[in-house]
């Protein structure tokens, strides 16, 4: 099962650069032995990002599968927390609204299987993203790491699919490419460092058979709870998919 978690956030000192701090927060409030199962996986079963929408900011925490959100978002949505506060800062920031969303991931299969591709899709790369690449970070889009990145989120998130393929993966690079993008370089702030990121918008032609555009369909709607690229459980890699008249 796939689940987000939205909770509108009102105080004096939030923004984007306390993402990785709200990871400590949400670190709290789950129990002890989950943590530590956590500290052990290579890719975690959940992302959560800070942005902010019409002048509110929105944290959302995302899980990947049942026992993640039992252990995390179940903890979140508890009628006990309705208030925290960020490491090193004063004030307390106060939670107004929650809205959780549930999704099956057998509605992500069932669309792969009942509707046809798309010629694009947008991208919007909500918080800072990026990737690292033999020791380097990549601080513009790159279809191959995007794709590579999803699958093997996918296939860590369950034990049923493995997802990632080279096959594959070299199929939708082939059969796809960035026409447009407006994007901007950004810096992501996380323990005394900042990370060389980009955020913005592409859009994503397809160019092979319908099969492929579904491939990516699926990798991208995945995404949208994932997160893609480095550091998506400290606030970076949000990302969502929108129809080009969109």
């Known amino acids: 099962m796939l689940a987000k978690l939205e909770m509108i ?8 650069r306390n993402s990785s701090n709200l990871q400590g927060v949400l670190m709290e409030r789950i129990d002890t032995e989950y943590a530590e199962i ?8 959940y992302s959560q990002y800070l942005i902010k929408n019409e002048n509110q900011y929105i944290w959302c925490i995302q899980t990947l599968n049942e026992e993640a959100y039992e252990q995390m978002i179940q ?29 099956k991931k057998a509605n992500l299969m069932e669309q792969f299987y009942e509707e046809p591709g798309k010629k694009y899709y947008n991208i919007e790369f909500m918080t800072p993203t990026s990737f690292k690449r033999n020791g380097q970070y990549q601080i513009f889009p790159d279809l191959s790491l995007i794709y590579r990145s999803l699958m093997k989120k996918y296939s860590a998130s369950t034990e049923e699919l493995d997802m990632y393929d080279e096959d594959t993966l070299e199929q939708l690079v082939e059969n796809s490419e960035i026409t ?3 994007l901007q370089s950004i810096g992501f702030p996380m323990e005394g460092i900042t990370i060389p990121a980009y955020k913005g918008n592409i859009t994503v032609k397809m160019k092979g058979n319908d099969t492929i555009s579904r491939y990516a369909r699926l990798l991208f709607s995945f995404g949208e709870y994932s997160g893609v690229g480095i550091k998506s459980a400290i606030g970076m890699g949000a990302m969502k998919c929108f129809d080009r008249k969109k």
């Open 9 to 16: 956030l009102e105080g004096e000192e939030i923004d984007y």
């Open 38 to 45: 956590l500290h052990e996986q290579r890719l975690n079963p």
């Open 75 to 103: 903890k979140m949505i508890s009628q006990d927390f309705s208030e925290f506060q960020i490491k090193n800062k004063k004030s307390a920031i106060r939670i107004t609204e929650k809205k959780l969303n549930i999704q």
């Open 180 to 182: 447009r993008y407006k």
